[in-house]
């Protein structure tokens, strides 16, 4: 296989969903870490051979969101861009479809992320609206549109469908993703508490990592007012464990364990990766930070999919020949607490591994202290479109500033599937 190599990345900071839509749309978040990116290389954005842009939630504006942000990121009009969805994988698939063309020869250098602005999920009609406003529109006189209007059940017609909570629940099996995560709780017996302390974790790894200057892939973004947001604002030095018991449970009132706050934040945010071939590095004269050495995607049940990294990260062991403790570092998405706790207890359940996954036994378990060393999605936040391609690239940052060499980054997907990328340093 061609040696398919990231020479540099950047990210905006993820900015937390709050009352009403963020400050920026999804394409404003794309292009302004784009060009900060492609402004610190040594070739113009016009050398690109293309664009790939991961976007799960695009603004009815922003249709093939990859081409319109090539464009306004200086590219030119022959750099084609393109536009995936893989849901919470759409900037790990982007990344994919780079490596793809990049090893049939049809591409040299490809800029490869994701994005999303989750705050700006649009709020909906029903149905029944949309077919009201359609019989008004085939009305001819004044006294047939007012008897018409008499029809009007405001409490009824009026109230939103909210589109972010459609876009996370599951179509086929009917669940929000909270609830597969709930799901999985229940499997594996994975209490409130363990999940919170969780949670409290990420948010101190994240914390004790940004004093230390380990976001360094963070290009500041700034509004059309001149306000520069320049971190992660969701994540909470004051994270504790009475604080994280107050909540109540968000996907099952009843009986459920997970809350908003063990769970990732709804969050605006986007991600970049600069691949190239190896003849792209000779002709730049570009320093490679690491290497793409293989990826994987699987499927499983939709009301399990949060156990998609142990389906995805598992094969691509296997066809390496590693075993878990031959990882040096893991970037396991944060989707929920309680989905990366049943991932590590999955791979230390003999009965699953075996009925599952088809291994003679246990897998065996995933060192804390390296598996998403400075913190997560639950601290972070989880931009659904840009969190694969997130994960990869700081996966890479940890691998060097450690002198590290081998790293797994995986993901699970709403739909029931899971994506891993396995990546050196250089």
Not at 14 to 31: E, I, M, N, V, Y
Not at 204 to 220: C, D, L, M
Not at 332 to 352: G, I, K, M, P, S
Request: proline letters at 6%; glycine letters at 10%; one cysteine or more.
């Amino acid at each position: 296989m061609k040696p398919i190599y990231i020479i540099d990345g950047a990210r905006t900071p993820f900015l937390k969903a709050q009352k009403g839509p963020g400050p920026f749309a999804a394409s404003d978040l794309a292009t302004q870490a784009g060009r900060a990116l492609l402004l610190r290389q040594p070739f113009a954005p016009s050398d690109l051979d293309e664009v790939i842009l991961g976007c799960a939630a695009p603004s009815p504006d922003e249709t093939n969101i990859g081409r319109m942000v090539a464009l306004r990121m200086g590219c030119g009009n022959q750099v084609p861009g393109w536009t995936v969805m893989r849901n919470c994988a759409s900037g790990m698939q982007a990344i994919d479809s780079a490596i793809a063309n990049i090893q049939c020869g049809r591409a040299n250098l490809v800029l490869a992320g994701g994005v999303d602005a989750l705050s700006r999920a649009p709020l909906l009609y029903s149905d029944a609206m949309v077919r009201w406003f359609a019989g008004m529109m085939n009305l001819r006189t004044p006294l047939a549109k007012a008897r018409h209007f008499l029809k009007l059940r405001p409490a009824a017609l009026l109230t939103p469908v909210i589109g972010l909570m459609k876009g996370l629940t599951d179509p086929v099996v009917g669940l929000l993703m909270g609830q597969t995560a709930e799901n999985l709780a229940w499997k594996f017996g994975i209490g409130r508490a363990a999940m919170d302390a969780f949670a409290v974790d990420s948010h101190r790894r994240a914390i004790a990592a940004r004093a230390a200057g380990h976001f360094a892939e963070i290009v500041p973004l700034v509004d059309a007012a001149g306000q520069v947001y320049a971190e992660d604002d969701g994540v909470r030095a004051d994270a504790s464990p009475e604080g994280m018991a107050k909540p109540k449970p968000f996907f099952d009132r009843k009986y459920g364990r997970i809350t908003a706050a063990n769970s990732s934040q709804i969050t605006d945010g986007a991600a970049w990766l600069l691949l190239a071939s190896e003849e792209a590095v000779q002709k730049w004269n570009l320093q490679p930070i690491g290497k793409i050495v293989d990826s994987q995607w699987s499927g499983l049940e939709p009301e399990q999919m949060g156990l998609g990294p142990v389906h995805a990260a598992t094969p691509l062991l296997q066809r390496h020949g590693l075993g878990l403790a031959d990882i040096d570092y893991w970037e396991l998405n944060e989707a929920f607490a309680a989905q990366v706790l049943a991932c590590v207890a999955a791979w230390r359940d003999e009965t699953y591994c075996r009925e599952q996954l088809g291994l003679p036994g246990a897998l065996g378990s995933v060192d804390p202290a390296r598996l998403n060393v400075d913190g997560g999605a639950v601290a972070i936040g989880h931009p659904v479109g840009a969190s694969g391609a997130r994960i990869v690239l700081h996966l890479l940052h940890v691998l060097r500033r450690n002198h590290a060499k081998r790293g797994i980054a995986t993901i699970c997907i709403g739909g029931g599937l899971g994506g891993a990328m396995l990546v050196e340093a250089c």
